[in-house]
């Protein structure tokens, strides 16, 4: 999946010691060229070109062929039909360019180049203005099926469904309204904790059966093939805000949604309004003092 969205500030993104990447220099030293190029980039610019190699374009279409199986069983059928038109080659990795240009046709929404993990405030205010922060960097080839921080399969197979569709592309750009509005860290951390929870690793009821929406659970075959079996809960504003992240592995705890309108309807209640007295008005806690992560991961 993508690297959650979190607090920046050098966080390590994942654990280290459950990647197989981490433990090849050659893949680190590929992963990071690749990264440090979003350094000091700026918003909305065009991304570089990335020459990707024959091996992370086989990767590309492992996953590729994996992962529309497995969607095709267990994403919704709203996610089902954004995907009949998002930018998703079956032979090999697309440019972020190609990606935004067919985006930007569907939804008006563009990727933006990411390195890792990015701050609140500049991750999800820039959805408010059409932006979504995607990286460029391709998983470990060793585990093409799972990968503990975002890459650009994540990006795409996940995010990239999503911002085809008006319908989720308005949800994003609520996101991004709210987040614009506020300053505080733990206003930022209280959206970015109901983004965590929805975009990424929402569930909703179809036919009295879950099934998945959220951006992470559609970018891992793993976590696609397990999440019926997780600690499904109806959505719960107060409960989710304190529920820790659990940044890898498969996510313990997921909240479900009656249906993607009643998604709608609780996000834009939530969140239409946000300023920097909602968590006093909801009497939700203050996360950073109540321990949460102050940095939860992303992706
Ligand atoms: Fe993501």
Redesign the pocket.
């Known amino acids: 999946?993508?690297?959650?969205?979190l607090d920046a500030g050098g966080t390590t993104v994942g654990c280290a010691g459950e990647h197989p990447g981490f433990a090849d220099p050659a893949y680190v030293r590929r992963r990071n060229l690749i990264a440090e190029r979003a350094e000091g980039h700026p918003l909305g610019e065009p991304s570089p070109e990335v020459h990707y190699t024959d091996a992370e374009h086989a990767t590309w279409r492992a996953v590729h062929g994996a992962l529309l199986r497995a969607q095709d069983l267990w994403a919704c059928r709203e996610v089902l039909g954004a995907r009949g038109v998002a930018p998703i080659p079956a032979d090999g990795v697309p440019q972020h360019e190609e990606v935004s240009n067919r985006l930007q046709a569907l939804t008006g929404f563009r990727f933006t180049l990411a390195g890792g993990i990015v701050a609140n405030k500049r991750f999800l205010g820039a959805m408010a203005k059409g932006y979504f922060h995607a990286v460029q960097y391709v998983r470990h080839p060793a585990m093409p099926l799972y990968t503990p921080e975002?890459d650009v399969l994540?990006?795409v197979f996940?995010?990239g469904i999503h911002l085809a569709d008006p319908f989720f592309a308005d949800l994003y750009r609520t996101v991004g309204r709210a987040a614009a509005r506020v300053e505080t860290a733990d206003a930022l951390d209280l959206i970015s904790r109901v983004y965590w929870f929805t975009?990424?690793y929402g569930t909703v009821l179809e036919q009295r059966r879950p099934r998945a929406y959220g951006?992470?659970l559609l970018?891992s075959y793993g976590e696609l093939g397990r999440f019926a079996q997780a600690d499904l809960r109806p959505f719960d504003l107060a409960e989710l805000v304190r529920m820790p992240y659990q940044v890898a592995g498969y996510q313990p705890i997921l909240f479900t949604v009656q249906s993607l309108a009643h998604l709608a309807d609780l996000l834009h209640g939530f969140l239409d309004g946000f300023d920097e007295s909602t968590r006093d008005r909801y009497r939700l806690p203050v996360l950073s003092e109540r321990g949460f992560m102050a940095r939860p991961p992303?992706?």
Request: proline share 12%.
């Open positions: 999946m993508s690297l959650t969205p975002p994540h990006d996940g995010h975009l990424e951006a992470a970018s992303t992706r």
